[in-house]
Each structure stands twice: as structure tokens, then as C-alpha cells.
């Protein structure tokens, strides 16, 4: 009987060793910190925004690492499927070129998506001149979606982007306020919550971009990163033209909703008036059946004049998010 008893305890403490190898191991990175914010200049393409041109077009578009609707479910899609999700959203926003493009959800060679990088692969074919991308989920093996073990993510590597014709001249991630309530095995696997800071040449003129993607799941982490968001673009927009844009998983029909911060400051112009939040050519998520207005685009109403904007539903089920446009003209200096 004691040899059956220290035969089991055997068994189990190698089982726990076993498990708790295997979890340190997946939790590390692929990658050193020193990878996870980059400068790319995309082979052979060149600047082609005239200096003059004094109107800035953006898009935001959180394209859930080309995983449409499966986003986040236990589904795993064929290499076919993210193959020809990259080529349709390469047609599509071809059919909408803008000078900046930033993207929240974007896989830079991570197994879900077939070990690809969209963003090399979406700079070099949509014809960018230069962009920045910044990691912020670097895991060996990542196990979700739980079960069944054939769909966990594995090696991941993902983030956010910014591809542009102008040229970058500063460029900085920032890591936002963490989820103080996750227990220590979840917040291991979690992703950081990042902004992008990029600063942009438009002729004589810096313009800093924000590129946000706020947390999803916890309401007071994410009322904390915008009130950050906010009182960072407020004073910067005391010396530059500030855009800030992205995903920032705050519908405004959300008790307390975090994104109408930004709506009640002068200051702080937004591409939908808090009159028509909710409207019918307004809800960017999620692209089956929208119901949600989750990405926005908000600028210093200082320094530009907002001249249309629109959800551009023609881009489909590439992502279970769809991207918004917006065309904002710098104003002439008041110096």
C-alpha cells in the first residue's frame, strides 16, 4: 500500500513539475523588449504625398489578425481562409488610400495566422513609404481558445501598426494601466494594452498620432487609460496638431462609457458628433450584425477642421471590427 501511495505522490509531483515547466516556458517571449517597437521603410516605395497638400486622411481599423468573424472563437480557419482575407483587405483599402493607416490586432509572424507578417506583407503591397509597429503580446504558447487543444494561438506574436507616406521622425510605445484584478497565471498570458505615439512630417508641420486599443473586458481599467489619453492629447495639443485614433472597445450606450470623455471638451474634436453616436451608418462592430460603436477617430479641433468621415462597411468580414475613415484639413497657423 505505502509503495501504490509514494508511487502516486510520484506521479502527481511530476505532473505538477511537468505543468509548471511547461507554463513558465510559454509565458516567456520570443522576442527581447528592445524588438517591440519598430521603424520599417517599406522596399522600393517612396513618399507620395505632396508637402502642400494640407488635408490628412486617416483610417483606424482593428482587423483582428484577419480573422473575421472567428475572432476569438474555437475556431481554426484554414491557411486558405487568412490567405484570402489578406488579399481582399489589401483590395479594399486600396480602393481607399490614405496617408496614415493605423491598425490594432495585427500579427507579425504568430502561429493563428499561419506565421505570416501582415504588416511587411500590407506596407510593401498597399505601397506605404515607411511605418512602426509595436508589440504587445509576445508568448511562447498562448492556450487560447481553451479546448479543444488543436485551436490554441501557440506562438504569438501581435500588436499594433501605423503605415504612412509621411515620414516618421519620433516613435514611441506606450504601455497603458494593467488589469489590477487578474490573478497572476491570467495576467501572464494577457496582452499589454498600448498606445502608439508617432510623430509625422507634413511639410514644415509635426502632427503626433495616437494609435490606441484600449482594454476590452475590464470597464474601470479602461475609464483609467482613457482619462490618460485624454490629459496626454490635451497637452500635446498645446504645441502640435494632435490625431488620436483606434479601438478603444467603449461603446457609448455603456454605463459610464469611457469614450464619452472625450466628448466633453471643446478642445477635442471627434469625427461623430455626440448627437449621432449610435446611428445607423455609425457602429463599426461587429461586421456580421453591427451593433457597437467601438473605433473613432478624435482630433484637435485647434488645429483642424473635420471635412467627412464614414465606416467603410464595404470592406466586409476580413476583421470582426469595420474601419473608419476620416479626411481632417490642417488649419492655417495662427502665429
Excluded at 506562438?155 to 501598426?161: E, P, T, V, W
Amino acid at each position: 500500500m505505502k509503495k501504490i501511495f509514494k508511487t502516486v505522490i510520484y506521479i502527481l509531483l511530476v505532473l505538477i513539475i511537468g505543468a509548471l515547466a511547461f507554463f513558465f516556458w510559454a509565458k516567456s517571449p520570443n522576442l527581447d523588449s528592445s524588438e517591440y517597437a519598430k521603424i520599417t521603410k517599406f522596399n522600393g516605395n517612396e513618399s507620395s504625398k505632396a508637402v502642400e497638400d494640407s488635408v490628412l486622411s486617416v483610417i483606424t481599423y482593428n482587423i483582428g489578425y484577419l480573422s473575421g468573424m472567428t475572432n476569438n472563437t474555437s475556431v481554426r480557419p484554414a491557411e486558405e481562409f487568412y490567405t484570402n482575407n489578406l488579399k481582399s483587405i489589401i483590395s479594399g483599402l486600396k480602393k481607399h488610400p490614405v496617408d496614415v493607416l493605423a491598425i490594432q490586432e495585427i500579427d507579425f509572424g504568430g502561429k493563428r495566422s499561419y506565421y505570416v507578417n501582415q504588416f511587411e506583407e500590407m506596407g510593401e503591397q498597399l505601397g506605404y513609404y515607411n511605418g512602426c509597429r509595436s508589440i504587445n503580446w509576445d508568448k511562447k504558447y498562448v492556450p487560447f481558445p481553451y479546448f479543444p487543444p488543436s485551436v490554441h494561438f501557440g506562438k504569438m506574436l501581435s500588436g499594433q501598426a501605423m503605415m504612412t507616406n509621411f515620414e516618421i521622425t519620433d516613435y514611441e510605445r506606450v504601455v497603458l494601466s494593467r488589469v489590477q484584478s487578474h490573478p497572476y497565471y491570467y495576467a501572464a498570458m494577457y496582452l499589454d494594452r498600448l498606445v502608439e505615439r508617432v510623430k509625422i512630417k507634413v511639410g514644415d508641420q509635426e502632427v503626433m498620432v495616437f494609435n490606441a486599443h484600449t482594454e476590452a473586458f475590464d470597464q474601470d481599467t479602461r475609464t483609467k487609460q482613457m482619462f490618460f489619453l485624454k490629459d496626454w492629447f490635451l497637452k500635446t495639443a498645446e504645441t502640435m496638431p494632435v490625431i488620436l485614433l483606434g479601438d478603444f472597445n467603449s461603446d457609448p450606450s455603456y454605463e459610464n462609457a469611457a469614450i464619452l470623455e472625450m466628448y466633453n471638451d471643446e478642445r477635442i474634436g471627434a469625427m461623430c458628433s455626440k448627437e449621432n453616436l449610435l446611428g445607423e451608418k455609425t457602429l463599426t462592430y461587429p461586421t456580421d450584425k453591427p451593433i457597437e460603436q467601438l473605433d473613432f477617430v478624435f482630433y484637435s479641433s485647434r488645429h483642424f477642421e473635420l471635412l467627412d468621415w464614414k465606416v467603410l462597411y464595404d470592406l466586409g468580414e476580413v476583421s470582426d471590427h469595420y474601419p473608419v475613415l476620416a479626411n481632417l484639413k490642417l488649419k492655417k497657423s495662427e502665429e
